[in-house]
C-alpha cells in the first residue's frame, strides 16, 4: 500500500508538470488582456490531434509533430486574440461567451476531422517502462515533465528578465501605466497569446504522449487549468507549478485510494476548499480579486 | 395595444399551432423539444440580465431537476406534477453549493459554475444504487392523464410546456418591473454604488440563482417525463447549457422575447437543416454563430429588429403627417 502511495505520489507529480503548462497559458492570456480563453483547453487538444495525424499519417514519431503543433496552436491563438480584441462593449463578459463559441467550434471541426473515436500512441519506444527504486513511469511522462520544467524556467527567465516578459507583466498590473512607458499593449498582448499558443502546443503533444485524447476533452482541460489557476492566485509562476502539481498528485492518490471515475471530482472539491476557505488562491497577494 | 399582441400570440401557440401542427408527429416533437430550450435559455437570461452573471452549468441544473423528479415517482410514488415541483426545488437546493462562487466577478463565476457542472454529471454516474449510474433510468412515468386527455400525447405535452414557458415568462417580467428588478438593473452599472444605497446584493443575486435554478430544473423534470428515459451522458450533457447560451444570444438576452423566439429558431435550424448536412459535429454552425452574433450584434437580434422596424415605422408616420398637413 505504501509503495502504490509513493507510486502515486510520483506519477501525480509527473502529470503536473503539463498541466502547469496549460494553466500558466491561461493565466498569461487573463494577465494581459484580463479574458479567461474558453477555448484554450480545444487549443492544447488541437496540438495534441497534430500530433496524432503525424503519427497516423506519415508513421513518425509525435515528438516531430511539435513544429506542426506550434504552428496550429499559436495561428489558433492569434485568431483567437484578434477575434477578442474586436469586441466593442462589456469585453470581460462578451470574451468568455466568445471563446466559448470558439470552444465549440473547434470541439465540432475537431469530431468532424478526426470523429470522436479515442486516440493514443502507437509508439513503442515512448511508452517503455522506466523505473527508479520504487517509482516506475513511461519514458515519455519523465521525457515531457523534463521538457515542461524546461519551458516553465524559460518562461519565468522570459517574464522576469525580456523587455517582452516585463512589458507582459506591466501591461497586467497597469495598463495605462505601461502604456506611458512606452510600451504598446496591443503588441504585447499578441506576444501573450503566442506564447500562450506556445505552451499550449507542448502541453498538447504531451498529452498525446502521455494519455488518451478525444474530442470532448477540450473543456475539461479548460477546467482543469481555471482550477489550478485559482488554486495558485493569478500571478504567480511558482505558484502555478505548486498547484498543478497538487492537482496532479490528488488525483493520482484518489485513482490509486478510490476509483478512476472520482479522479476529475478530486480538482473540484480542492476547487471549493480553497474558495471557502482561502479565496485569493494559496500563493495570492491580499489584494481582492477581479 | 401590447394586450392585443398578448392576446394574438395566446391564440397562436394554443389555437392556431396545435390545430394546424398536431398531425405532424416530427414537427411536434421538435416544437416541444425546442420550447423545453426556450424555458432554460429563459432561466439563463434571467440570471445574465437581471443578476449579470454568465453561467456555463445550467446543465447541471437540468440534470439535478430531471433526476430528482424522476426518481421521485419511481422509487416513492410522488405524482408527476409534484415531482417536478420537488424537481425544480432540488435543483435550486443545488445551487446553494454553487453560492461561494457569487463572490467572485464576472469571468471567475462563470468558470466555476463550469465546473460544477462537471461534478453533479459524476456523482449521478458514480451513486448507481440511487440514480442507476451510466445504466440510466428506464420507464420514468409519463406525464399524467388530466380531464380524460392523455397529456403524455405530444400534443399534451406541447400544451404543458408551452404553459411551464408563458408562466416562467411572466415571472421574470414581473421580476423585471418589480423594486427588486430595479435594483438588479442599477447594480449592472455599479454594485458598489448599489450597494452603498442600501441594497443587499449578494443577497438578490443569489435569489436570481435560485430562480434561474428552479425555472431550469422544472424544466428538466418535464422532459425526464416526456421521454421516460434518463442517463447520466444524456442528463448533464453540454448542449442542455450551449444550446440555451446560443439561443439567448442569438435573441438577445436582456429582452423578454429575445431567448424564446431564439431558441425556437437555432433548434429548429439545427435540427431540420444543419443535422442532414452535417451529421456529427453540426454544432460547429452554432459556435460560429455565437461567435459572429458576440462581435456584430451583441444585444442580439431581437434589438437588432426592433431596431430597424422602429426606423421603417418612424418613417411610415412622418409620410402620412405631411400629407394631412397639406
Known amino acids: ?290 | 395595444m401590447k394586450l392585443q399582441r398578448l392576446i394574438m400570440v395566446l391564440i397562436l401557440l394554443y389555437g392556431v399551432v396545435p390545430f394546424v401542427l398536431n398531425g405532424n408527429n416530427y414537427v411536434m416533437s421538435i416544437l416541444v423539444a425546442s420550447l423545453t430550450i426556450a424555458g432554460i435559455a429563459l432561466a439563463w437570461a434571467l440570471l445574465g440580465n437581471l443578476g449579470g452573471m454568465v453561467s456555463f452549468g445550467h446543465a447541471a441544473f437540468f440534470g439535478v431537476g430531471s433526476y430528482i423528479s424522476a426518481l421521485m415517482t419511481m422509487k416513492l410514488g410522488v405524482p408527476v406534477p409534484l415531482a417536478m415541483l420537488l424537481g425544480g426545488i432540488g435543483a435550486a437546493v443545488a445551487s446553494i453549493a454553487v453560492l461561494p462562487a457569487l463572490r467572485l466577478s464576472g469571468p471567475y463565476f462563470a468558470l466555476a459554475i463550469l465546473a460544477y457542472a462537471h461534478i453533479f454529471k459524476i456523482l449521478a454516474t458514480e451513486f448507481a444504487s440511487i440514480t442507476g449510474g451510466s445504466g440510466g433510468l428506464l420507464g420514468i412515468p409519463a406525464l399524467p392523464t388530466l380531464f380524460g386527455y392523455n397529456l403524455g400525447s405530444k400534443l399534451g405535452a406541447y400544451l404543458i410546456i408551452t404553459t411551464i414557458v408563458l408562466v416562467f415568462a411572466f415571472i421574470y417580467s414581473r421580476i423585471r418591473n418589480s423594486y427588486y428588478g430595479f435594483a438588479l438593473r442599477a447594480m449592472h452599472d455599479s454594485e458598489d454604488a448599489t450597494r452603498v444605497v442600501g441594497v443587499h446584493s449578494t443577497l438578490l443575486k443569489a435569489l436570481m440563482l435560485f430562480l434561474s435554478a428552479f425555472m431550469t430544473g422544472i424544466i428538466g423534470a418535464f422532459n425526464a417525463h416526456y421521454i421516460n428515459f434518463l442517463e447520466p451522458d444524456y442528463a448533464f450533457q453540454s448542449g442542455w447549457t450551449m444550446l440555451p447560451v446560443v439561443a439567448a444570444i442569438f435573441g438577445g438576452y436582456r429582452t423578454l422575447t429575445g431567448p424564446l423566439v431564439g431558441a425556437v429558431v437555432v433548434y429548429s435550424v439545427d435540427q431540420l437543416i444543419l443535422k442532414s448536412i452535417i451529421p456529427s459535429g453540426h454544432q460547429i454552425v452554432l459556435g460560429a454563430l455565437l461567435g459572429v452574433m458576440i462581435l456584430f450584434s451583441p444585444d442580439g437580434l431581437m434589438p437588432l429588429l426592433g431596431k430597424k422596424l422602429g426606423r421603417r415605422r418612424a418613417e411610415t408616420v412622418r409620410t402620412p403627417q405631411t400629407e394631412t398637413i397639406c
Open chain 1, 1 to 290: 500500500m505504501f509503495d502504490l502511495i509513493l507510486q502515486s505520489l510520483y506519477s501525480g507529480l509527473l502529470s503536473g508538470g503539463s498541466y502547469a503548462l496549460i494553466a500558466l497559458g491561461l493565466a498569461l492570456v487573463f494577465g494581459t488582456m484580463k479574458v479567461i480563453n474558453l477555448a484554450h483547453g480545444e487549443m492544447v487538444l488541437l496540438a495534441a490531434y497534430m500530433a496524432y495525424v503525424m503519427e497516423s499519417r506519415f508513421a513518425v514519431s509525435p515528438l516531430l509533430a511539435m513544429p506542426l503543433a506550434l504552428v496550429a496552436a499559436c495561428l489558433v491563438a492569434v485568431a483567437v486574440y484578434f477575434l477578442v480584441s474586436r469586441i466593442g462593449k462589456n469585453r470581460e463578459l462578451n470574451s468568455l461567451i466568445l471563446t466559448f463559441g470558439i470552444g465549440i467550434i473547434l470541439t465540432n471541426a475537431i469530431l468532424i476531422t478526426w470523429s470522436a473515436d479515442i486516440h493514443s500512441t502507437s509508439s513503442t519506444g515512448l511508452q517503455e517502462p522506466v523505473t527508479f527504486g520504487p517509482f516506475s513511469s513511461m519514458l515519455s511522462e519523465l521525457t515531457f515533465f523534463g521538457v515542461s520544467m524546461v519551458v516553465v524556467a524559460a518562461l519565468w527567465w522570459w517574464l522576469s528578465r525580456s523587455w517582452y516578459g516585463r512589458a507582459v507583466r506591466a501591461v497586467s498590473s497597469n495598463r495605462d501605466a505601461a502604456k506611458l512607458m512606452g510600451i504598446n499593449p496591443h503588441r504585447t498582448e499578441v506576444v501573450s497569446f503566442i506564447v500562450a499558443g506556445i505552451l499550449a502546443s507542448v502541453a498538447g503533444v504531451a498529452l498525446y504522449c502521455t494519455g488518451v485524447i478525444q474530442p470532448a476533452l477540450g473543456s475539461s482541460l479548460t477546467t482543469k487549468a481555471f482550477i489550478i489557476t485559482v488554486l495558485a492566485g493569478i500571478g504567480s509562476v511558482p505558484g502555478v507549478l505548486v498547484g498543478s502539481v497538487l492537482i496532479g498528485i490528488a488525483e493520482s492518490l484518489t485513482v490509486t485510494l478510490f476509483s478512476s471515475a472520482l479522479q476529475e471530482l478530486t480538482g473540484m472539491v480542492l476547487f471549493l476548499l480553497v474558495l471557502f476557505v482561502l479565496p485569493n488562491g494559496l500563493f495570492g497577494s491580499t489584494r481582492r480579486r477581479g
